[in-house]
């Protein structure tokens, strides 16, 4: 019996993922969160129809989750909301949800992009016209998080995986000059250079 071959890990290039967000916020911007927390927090897309399917996406359950917060969700996402898996890969274990500082100027820019119906829109409905490869947006995440210096340890807490299964997946999927140019991107209109000046003040 042959052992299968599983696919190979491919990336969005900044200029990919760039376009990829530029394109939501002009022409869907209430689905703006959905893409944003896929691409820089790693939380899987849903594939499913429904989000009262315990097996659709992690992110709808995540959204789900948020909402149940009673309109506090930036602040509890900041802090790691606690992502229930009821089933899938992680045996349904909690996961801390990565929350870098350009994905929160994305969630202080669209605040009511999290009150959208999400459950029947996923990555597919942009993948065609970028291009994008299979779950290239949890791909790129983790990437960028492992070649920008992040801690294997840290890295298998945030995305699920062993730290066997990310080093044999993610090392030299990215330059370090590339992931941190990564987690500039931010919002039309915002800056991270602000945001820290404002922090500091």
């Given at each position: 019996?042959?052992?299968?071959q599983s696919a190979?890990?491919?990336?969005?290039t900044?200029?990919?993922?760039?376009?990829?967000l530029?394109?939501v916020?002009?022409?869907?911007?209430?689905?703006?969160?959905?893409f944003?927390?896929a691409l820089?927090?790693g939380?899987?897309?849903?594939k499913?129809?429904?989000?009262?399917d315990?097996?659709?996406?992690e992110i709808i359950?995540?959204?789900?989750?948020v909402?149940?917060?009673?309109g506090?969700?930036?602040a509890k996402?900041w802090?790691?909301?606690?992502?229930?898996?009821?089933?899938?890969k992680?045996r349904?274990?909690?996961?801390?949800?990565?929350?870098?500082?350009n994905?929160?100027l994305?969630?202080e820019?669209?605040p009511?992009?999290?009150e959208?119906?999400?459950?029947?829109?996923?990555?597919r409905n942009?993948?065609?016209?970028f291009?994008?490869?299979?779950?290239?947006l949890r791909?790129?995440a983790?990437?960028?998080?492992?070649?920008?210096?992040g801690d294997?340890g840290?890295?298998a807490v945030?995305?699920g995986n062993?730290e066997e299964?990310?080093?044999?997946?993610?090392?030299?999927?990215m330059?370090?000059?590339t992931?941190d140019?990564f987690w500039?991107i931010?919002?039309?209109g915002?800056?991270?250079?602000?945001k820290?000046k404002a922090?500091a003040a």
């Amino acid at each position: 019996r042959v052992a299968r071959q599983s696919a190979l890990i491919e990336v969005l290039t900044l200029d990919q993922a760039q376009a990829m967000l530029n394109w939501v916020e002009v022409n869907h911007p209430e689905f703006v969160l959905y893409f944003a927390i896929a691409l820089f927090a790693g939380v899987r897309a849903n594939k499913k129809g429904s989000a009262s399917d315990t097996r659709s996406g992690e992110i709808i359950r995540l959204f789900e989750a948020v909402k149940a917060n009673h309109g506090q969700w930036p602040a509890k996402l900041w802090n790691g909301i606690v992502l229930h898996i009821p089933s899938g890969k992680v045996r349904g274990a909690p996961r801390q949800v990565h929350t870098p500082e350009n994905l929160k100027l994305w969630l202080e820019a669209y605040p009511d992009s999290l009150e959208v119906p999400h459950r029947c829109w996923h990555t597919r409905n942009v993948a065609k016209p970028f291009s994008l490869p299979a779950n290239g947006l949890r791909h790129t995440a983790a990437s960028a998080f492992i070649s920008s210096g992040g801690d294997f340890g840290r890295a298998a807490v945030l995305f699920g995986n062993s730290e066997e299964v990310l080093k044999n997946r993610y090392i030299n999927l990215m330059t370090k000059e590339t992931a941190d140019r990564f987690w500039q991107i931010v919002p039309k209109g915002f800056s991270l250079a602000s945001k820290n000046k404002a922090a500091a003040a």
